[in-house]
């Protein structure tokens, strides 16, 4: 076989998947004996506990069965970017890196910068990237930490193609303690010459957003900052299209290109988010390159490994089955985690060991950031009929050089009324109508017949910063959920949209995300009322003594004994597992049901779902907490009250049972010892809820307020249980 007949990559399923489809046929045989038991047993009087107790379970068996889509077939690939160099080193396509912002306080513009020349300086030909930064708050303090940027990537793109620098990130990269270690007396005197050309920049920028003035001396190097000569607010301003750094030949380099782009806002004219803003980056970026090839990235995601759009060529320029593939997903990763991970911001299920689940079936979800694009898939096209020249869809013109009259005609292209009367976010670019953009568009991709591809470098591809607190935790993944349920209750909803174009499995695997909101219901009902029933003393599971006590000991320990093993198996550790097993509780009894509330409203019309933007900043105290893995509560926020009430009603239950039993011995709790186990392990489980309400006193504890609400509520639902079981 020649070397041009060999593939850009491969394909291993995970091993031993006769033992866990076998797992999970026991497993399925052990929820129709529960099926039965509830149903042969259910007793005459003080049923109503019962059958919420059933409905609960009947909801986990069908999270359950949908999420064995993930696990049918998992798989994991390897590419080989040393094949691709040899056979198309010459040939490689453009690539347009789209980078999208939206708030300078909330997410620093230094965090946008590191994020900018991280990419510019990619292991790639520099004369085949353009950057495009979206700033959808308009602001003058982005334009200047982005001019800033421009200048110094003159020097920082050259010296990382010099040296071959791995990390390409500044901010990362000049915080190795070794990185100029063992290396040449002009290498040393280069990297000490540009760190301290950093963090002068650095302590510029930065002091700039601090003041909120962007210096005079600067105003006057770019004629972009006329721009901002008028008031502009953050929901009220013109279009901007400003190129700070022209793509060609200087002094012998080539560097990339620039931009940045501040489409226009008017109150009363729908702006669709985040994917507005992409979608205006798609027509201004065609205007100017029209690459073939768009990499999406959050401000904060920077590139950590210099060679991830090599790696993601490997899959789109694979001879045998690069054309099938729409779009390649890598990841999403974090850095600054705690060593157990505290929030579960790793997010681990869903990428270590989900992601290779449903890369087994069509391919990953398009997470809204570090995913490489077809240029012609986002604008519409199916595998059958490629669209060569992907603008073609959106009507425009590609221009060969830049001026102020394309400057001008881009201009045009992110005013606020260009997309009236038109496809774009319906079948051209990204979808709108949900605050999740990013899965939508991923779901009515692959319904078009297009795959796509899950790429794991051993190196981190692009690394972000995940939110540093609790609240800002909850608040994202509500969102999200939010997001989620919003496409269940649409005509996309995965279970019948779609039918007879993506797989059974495909179809599952999104079904499982969009109905993450609903699990909530089957999460309270079984963190609420076994515990409430203890109090009753209504029991609603088996006695130790009998037989189907074994059934529901088998179910439970078996399902997380798994749970572990997967989790371990994909690099995780125990701990690491009970903090995602505890922010799983917390987000079912938080982010869920808040996100439920949002989504039914929204469908029927009472309100819109918003997107928040979470902050990237933590001050000192708390980061030293958090580098403690000591829980952040601290804002009197609504998302706490839930999984603190339930917290506190299954800590008076336990206390009732431990009551009863000193009183009483075994047989006066014998028929609650199951329920008074669900207890314990929840309130296990919300130990630091426990302990930020009532033994800190430290700026990150509960809140007085969140505190008193959430006793007072657990006590208004114990009185209320004792009196409807009275009468």
């Not at 919003?486 to 995300?513: A, D």
Request: neutral net charge; glycine residues 6%.
């Amino acid at each position: 076989m020649e070397s041009t007949d060999f593939p850009l990559y491969t394909t291993f399923e995970k091993p031993c998947l006769k033992i866990t489809r076998g797992f999970a046929c026991i497993f399925f045989t052990g929820i129709l004996a529960l099926v039965f038991y509830r149903i042969s047993y259910m007793p005459r009087e003080d049923y109503f506990p019962w059958i919420m107790v059933f409905a609960a379970e009947l909801g986990f068996a069908f999270i359950w069965a949908l999420e064995q889509a993930f696990r049918w077939r998992p798989v994991t690939r390897y590419t080989f970017p040393e094949r691709l160099s040899e056979r198309f080193e010459n040939d490689l396509p453009p690539v347009d890196i789209f980078i999208c912002t939206a708030d300078p306080i909330r997410e620093p513009p230094m965090n946008v910068v590191d994020t900018v020349l991280s990419t510019l300086a990619h292991d790639y030909p520099t004369e085949k990237l353009s950057c495009y930064v979206s700033d959808d708050g308009g602001s003058a303090l982005t334009f200047y930490a982005l001019f800033e940027a421009s200048m110094f990537a003159k020097i920082w793109v050259p010296f990382c193609h010099k040296y071959f620098i791995q990390q390409r990130c500044p901010d990362a990269y000049f915080s190795e303690s070794d990185a100029h270690q063992n290396k040449s007396l002009l290498f040393a005197t280069e990297w000490e010459k540009l760190k301290t050309m950093y963090e002068e920049m650095k302590h510029r920028i930065n002091s700039t957003v601090e003041t909120g003035i962007v210096p005079e001396a600067m105003r006057n190097r770019h004629d972009g900052f006329r721009e901002w000569s008028s008031g502009i607010t953050l929901g009220d301003h013109h279009s901007i299209v400003q190129i700070l750094l022209e793509k060609g030949k200087d002094g012998g380099v080539y560097f990339p290109r620039l931009v940045y782009v501040s489409r226009e806002k008017r109150p009363g004219c729908p702006h669709n988010f985040k994917a507005g803003a992409l979608n205006v980056l798609i027509r201004v970026s065609a205007l100017m390159s029209n690459a073939p090839f768009i990499l999406t990235l959050d401000c904060d995601m920077y590139a950590n490994n210099c060679k991830a759009l090599r790696e993601a060529m490997c899959f789109l320029m694979d001879p045998q089955t690069g054309h099938q593939f729409g779009y390649v997903q890598f990841p999403q990763r974090f850095h600054g985690i705690t060593k157990y991970d505290l929030y579960a911001n790793h997010l681990k299920r869903i990428f270590d060991i989900q992601g290779k689940g449903i890369d087994g079936a069509e391919g990953p979800i398009y997470v809204g950031t570090g995913c490489v694009h077809r240029r012609d898939v986002l604008c519409g096209s199916e595998p059958q009929n490629v669209i060569k020249a992907s603008i073609e869809s959106a009507n425009l013109e590609v221009e060969k050089e830049c001026s102020s009259e394309i400057l001008n005609k881009a201009t045009t292209l992110a005013s606020c009324t260009y997309e009236e009367n038109s496809l774009w976010g319906k079948k051209v670019g990204i979808m709108y109508g949900c605050v999740v953009e990013d899965v939508l568009t991923a779901f009515t991709i692959h319904c078009r017949g297009w795959k796509s591809a899950y790429c794991t470098p051993q190196r981190n591809a692009f690394q972000g910063r995940a939110p540093l607190n609790l609240n800002d935790t909850l608040i994202q993944h509500k969102r999200l959920t939010a997001g989620l349920f919003e496409i269940f209750v649409s005509k996309f909803c995965p279970f019948v949209y779609g039918i007879g174009r993506v797989s059974i499995t495909l179809r599952m695997c999104y079904g499982y995300y969009c109905l993450w909101a609903m699990s909530c219901l089957h999460i309270l009902s079984y963190g609420l009322v076994p515990a409430l029933s203890t109090l009753c003393g209504i029991s609603v599971f088996p006695q130790i003594s009998s037989p189907w006590f074994l059934l529901f000991g088998f179910l439970s320990l078996s399902a997380y004994a798994y749970n572990i093993v997967e989790f371990v198996m994909a690099g995780g550790s125990v701990k690491s597992w009970w903090n995602e097993h505890r922010m799983w509780v917390i987000k079912g009894t938080s982010s869920y049901p808040f996100a439920l509330i949002q989504g039914l409203c929204k469908s029927m019309g009472i309100s819109e779902v918003g997107f928040e933007v979470t902050s990237k900043v933590l001050d000192s105290e708390a980061a030293k907490r958090y580098k403690e893995e000591i829980f952040e509560f601290g804002v009197a926020s609504v998302m706490f009250i839930p999984p603190a009430t339930i917290t506190i009603i299954n800590f008076i239950s336990l206390l009732s049972g431990i009551t009863q039993f000193v009183k009483g011995g075994y047989p006066a709790v014998k028929g609650m010892f199951v329920q008074l186990m669900l207890s314990s392990f929840i309130v296990m489980n919300g130990f630091p809820i426990l302990e930020g309400m009532f033994m800190r006193t430290d700026k990150g504890r509960m809140p007085t307020s969140i505190t008193m609400f959430s006793i007072m509520v657990a006590a208004l639902a114990c009185s209320v249980a004792l009196k409807i079981t009275l009468y």
